[in-house]
């Protein structure tokens, strides 16, 4: 079993900032993939930005030069910069990890992103 834990959601302005963060119960220096969605109301849960062991990073498109998701393998964390924030942006963001290719998902309680003026 694996507790994951995210913080830094908030309510910012459109055009700033934040920073997300998923600590794990368990090291992730040899997982498989870890990653970020975002649930609006009224939507389904989509991908947002994923790292997988030994790959680069991938984003989806709608993110794509805004945001940068980064681990570290010390603090057993992984990080999502938010940059360039909309109002589309607004969601509940959750993390996601996976610890073999076909092992099942965790995933963490998620974090509230407002994006309002």
């Known amino acids: 079993q694996v507790q994951l834990v995210e913080s830094g959601g908030g309510l910012v302005q459109p055009g700033g900032s934040l920073r997300l963060s998923c600590a794990a119960s368990?090291?992730?220096?040899?997982?498989?993939?870890m990653g970020w969605y975002r649930q609006a109301p009224g939507k389904q849960r989509e991908w947002v930005a994923r790292?997988?062991?030994?790959?680069?990073?991938n984003y989806a498109d709608s993110v794509k030069g805004r945001f940068t998701i980064s681990r570290d393998n010390d603090k057993n964390t992984v990080y999502l910069q938010m940059n360039s924030l909309a109002p589309e942006d607004t969601a509940v963001y959750y993390c996601?990890?996976?610890?073999?290719?076909?092992?099942?998902?965790?995933w963490g309680q998620g974090t509230q992103v407002t994006v309002s003026s």
């Open positions: 790292i997988i062991s030994g790959g680069s990073p």
């Open positions: 368990r090291s992730i220096s040899d997982i498989f993939r």
């Open positions: 996601n990890l996976r610890l073999k290719i076909l092992g099942q998902d965790y």
